[in-house]
Each structure stands twice: as C-alpha cells, then as structure tokens.
C-alpha cells in the first residue's frame, strides 16, 4: 500500500485475497471487503455505489484545419450532448477522423497540422492556455480503430496505464477496485476475472478492443472518443462493443466515427453528415435526430448517402 493512504488492518488474509477484491471506505482509510470466496453472500457487507457524476458536454464551434497549406476542415460546428451517443458520418477523406483528433488535441501531434476554432468541454475551452494536455487527454478518452494494448503487459497492468500517465497515485486495493470497475463497465470482466495476470494481448480481437475501452474509462474521462471501434471486428465482437456503447452513455458522453450505416442508426441518437467535394475542405452537410437524419433528411445529398447511392 502507498504511503499516502492510511495503512488498516486486512480482515481478509493475504494468502485468500484475489484480484477481484473490492473496497469500502471507512474513516481510517480504504478497507478490502471480502470476496465471494471468502464468506458466504448473505454475509458480504454492501460496497456502496461511486457517487454520480453529471454527464459532460461536448460543443465545438468553427472548427477549421490543415494540415500544411491544406485545409481539411471548414468552419465545423458542433454540439455533442451529455450522456449521448454521436455518430459522425460521411464517405473516407472528409475530415471525421481529424475533426475527431481535434477534439481531445491529437490533431496536434502532427508537426504540420494547425487549426482554428475552438472546443468547450461543459463550457471550458480545452485549447486554453491554462489548460494543460494531459488534462484534456484525461478528460476525453479515445479508442482507435485498430485495438491497441500493450502487447506483452498484463490485462490488469493494462488497465491501469493511464494512471501514470496522468499522475493519478493510488493503493494497489484501489487499482483492484478501478480493475474490476473498468472491465466491467466495458463488458470484459466476467471473461477475464480469473486471468488478470495473463498477457493483453493474447484476448481476441474483440476482447482487445474492450481491454482498450476499459483502460480510457480507468482514468474516468467526461467524453469517450472512438474511431471505427468495429471496423477490424467480426459481427459477434460487433455487437458486444455496441451493446457496451449502450451502457457506458450511462456513464460519459460518446463521440464516433462509423462508416456503417447500420451501426450509426443502431447505437447512435445524434448523427452529424460530414461530406468534402471537388477538392473542398470536409465540412458537415446536416446534423440531428439520428431517426430523422435517416427517416427524414433535409438535403439530398444526405439522403443520397444515408441509402447507399454514393460514398
């Protein structure tokens, strides 16, 4: 245990605890609650709810960019409610992933790459000169479309990398706790439970892809940005991860990019069109109501796409 957290008395052997042991919090500090293999379930003391936080929001207003003297975004604006999911639509090449980028401040990574405009975190500009990086890649997380775990590094160990990365110091019964809450908030802990020291990357792909959503959730962001999370996925994965999105809008505000319509219409309750034409920068053609982006678009050129006529 760190020395920063008050050091109490385990009622729970070292020799009969496992990975899966959750906390209570007492006035001396954090206690382990036994497990379910150390007493009988009628006899579990209750681990009380994490207090609910309120859902972020996520505006973007005149959002332009380039990369270099090419520009590949004009004027985008906006509005990503709280506790939804938005889908960002429109055919490859204009401008969803970059606009995605540009809203947890990857775009600037690229030594080319500019912009202009401005995105508010519940109001708060995250390109603000007070703000630090780490506390908007803290605040919005993201998960690519290619899974990405560390290879060799365990599933637990896994999960709780980004706490270094952002500085966050915590007992090793809180990162039990955070473990469990993670992976199961992003529907793996019931396959991994009893292999937390396994290696990440030996999960399927879909299993990878999860590990990846519950190591953005560990460090509890506001917004949950992803990229194509199914594209490398087979249809099975595929709806895991989707019937995962449904639970976790419970819990942050959801950004992604799809090229499956299906999915959008699916997982989605606000969709944004985002088109770029003969060498013009992506911009969005329509955004709204998913149901009434595809039941009922206002442009053509959004019901053109919407039932597979072009893109």
Known sequence: MSDDITTVIDPVPESRRSDSTRLRRDQAGYVPAPSTSDYPAASLPAVPALPAEPLASLQANAITAWFGDHQVLDRVSLTMPAGQVTALIGPSGCGKSTFLRILNRMHELVPSASLAGEVLLDGVDIYDASRKLTEARRDIGMVFQKPNPFPAMSIYDNVIAGLKLTGVRAS???????VE?????????????????APGGGLSGGQQQRLCIARSLAIKPKVLLMDEPCSALDPTSTRVIEETMGELQKEVTIVIVTHNMQQAQRVSQQCAFFLASQGQPGHIVEHGDTEAMFGAPIDPRTYDYVNGRFG
Request: aromatic letters at 8%; zero cysteines; glycine letters at 4%.
């Open 172 to 178: 090793r019964d809180e990162k039990d706790y955070l």
């Open 181 to 197: 809450r993670s992976l199961t908030s992003a529907g793996l802990w019931k396959e991994v439970k009893d292999r937390l020291r």
